[in-house]
Every structure is written in structure tokens, then in C-alpha cells.
């Protein structure tokens, strides 16, 4: 059966492959990110029922009109999807108070207007799946120069655990999942704030194919959190929770 789906950070990378490879499959789509013009050209490209509104996701209020455009448009909303996100490429000591500030912005603030802007409709309708994008950096410390990413996606965690426990009781049918890529072959990289400008291809990274292929299945068969890459990522949280000096020494070799 076709769902609504909502998908913010749909005019690039891992949303846009998403959003494609949902439409093929004949759900009907409203997209979001910034540029209207580039939202246009993937709405175009998934056919007549996939629709774009033009939103800033660190503006709570173009996010609660996001929402309001998707029910007139759809009368309802099956799935939203928070997957709008940015990088950054600063060590601790190296942050600035803007650097943090703008991570929280884009990677969490923007993902808490979603669920505060859809979870009344869902809990009106008694279902709904929200599924909010993290990163495996929320979990472990992989890339100590994503430091204020992996924090605001540590954060995203939480929000997202919480939620689930705030709901699981009185709504069973409202599903909130997390997803947590490793490495992706996108432009994340190089479109991270402070990314040198020899920014490359990053080593055994997934494509976004590959991710929205695990993003896909969660659609059908909602589960509480998944990693995308699990034989690698598993192994790797596995190392980290069961001694942390040991995961950092092997990191250095």
C-alpha cells in the first residue's frame, strides 16, 4: 500500500536517492530543503506525486508551514522523515561558539520542529511513523573531527530515544525510529562547514543506495533504531561500549 511521506534534505544525497526510489515504487512525496529551484528539478524527476515546499528547517515556523502544506496537499501524512543535516570539519579546541551553534541548528533544533510539528496529527490519527537520520558518529567517536556533529547527532539520539518512551504506552502505533549510517559516498564532505578544500572520496563509505536501501525497509517494517551498514557498524559499538580505552588505542594504530 502507498504511504504520504515527508522527507526534509530531499534536494541532494541520501534524500534525494530516497525520495526517488520511493516514488518509483508509487508513494506520494512532499520534499523539502532550501533551494525551491533544485527542489523542482527532484520533484519533476519522481513524477506527478511528488510535491516541494521550499523550507529552512532551523525556522520552526517554515517547518509547521512544511507540515500544513503536506496535509492540504494529502489530507494526511504516513511517514515524515527528518534527514536534513550538516557536517563540519573543526577538532574540539578548534570550535568556535558559532560552529556549535549551527550544528545544533541544522542537526537537532530542525529535527525537534519535526516532531513537534507532526506527532499532533499522528497522535490525532493514533499511528504515524517519524524517522529521524543521525550518523554512527552519534554513537562512537570515529572521526574526532566531526567533534561538534557527532555531538549534536548524540543529542538527536537522545531526543529520539525519549520520544519513543514518552509514546509507547498510550500510542503503540506511532513508530519512532533512528537511523544511523556510517560512511556515504555524497557531498557531505565537502559541503561540511570548514571543509578543506582537498576534501576526497572517503574510504569504505556506502552509497546512498545502499543506505536508502536500509532506510526503505524500515519504512515497511518499523523498528526502533537501525544501522546501515550493521556487519561493520556492530562490530565497531561492540569494541567501543566494552572498553573504551581499548577502541581508542586500536584507533591510533
Not at 98 to 109: C, Q
Not at 228 to 238: F, G, S, W, Y
Request: hydrophobic share 40%; glycine share 8%; with cysteine.
Amino acid at each position: 500500500m502507498s504511504k504520504t511521506i515527508v522527507i526534509t534534505g530531499a534536494s541532494a544525497g541520501i534524500g534525494m536517492v530516497l525520495a526517488k526510489q520511493l516514488a518509483a515504487r508509487g508513494d506520494a512525496l512532499m520534499l523539502a530543503a532550501r533551494s525551491a529551484d533544485v527542489l523542482r528539478q527532484v520533484a519533476r524527476s519522481c513524477g506527478r506525486e511528488a510535491y516541494y515546499y521550499a523550507t529552512d528547517v532551523t525556522r520552526r515556523q517554515d517547518v509547521n508551514r512544511l507540515r500544513d502544506e503536506a496535509l492540504r496537499t494529502f489530507g494526511n501524512v504516513d511517514v515524515w522523515i527528518n534527514n536534513a543535516g550538516r557536517g563540519i570539519t573543526r577538532n574540539v579546541l578548534e570550535l568556535t561558539d558559532e560552529d556549535l551553534d549551527e550544528m545544533m541548528a541544522v542537526n537537532v533544533k530542525s529535527a525537534l520542529y519535526g516532531m513537534q510539528a507532526i506527532l499532533p496529527h499522528f497522535k490525532e490519527r493514533g499511528e504515524g511513523h517519524l524517522i529521524n537520520v543521525s550518523s554512527f558518529l552519534g554513537r562512537i567517536p570515529f572521526a574526532s573531527f566531526r567533534s561538534a556533529y557527532s555531538a549534536s547527532k548524540s543529542a538527536l539520539n537522545s531526543l529520539t530515544a525519549n520520544l519513543r518512551m514518552d509514546l509507547r504506552a498510550e500510542y503503540p502505533n506511532i513508530h519512532v525510529s533512528l537511523v544511523m549510517p556510517g560512511a556515504v559516498s555524497t557531498g557531505f564532505a565537502v559541503n561540511s562547514l570548514h571543509a578543506p578544500a582537498d576534501s576526497g572520496p572517503v574510504p569504505m563509505a556506502q552509497t546512498p543506495e545502499e543506505v536508502v536501501a536500509a532506510m526503505i525497509e524500515l519504512i515497511d517494517h518499523p523498528q526502533a533504531e537501525i544501522y546501515t551498514n550493521p556487519d561493520v557498524q556492530l562490530e565497531q559499538v561492540k569494541r567501543y561500549y566494552g572498553g573504551v580505552g581499548e577502541f581508542e588505542e586500536n584507533m591510533r594504530r
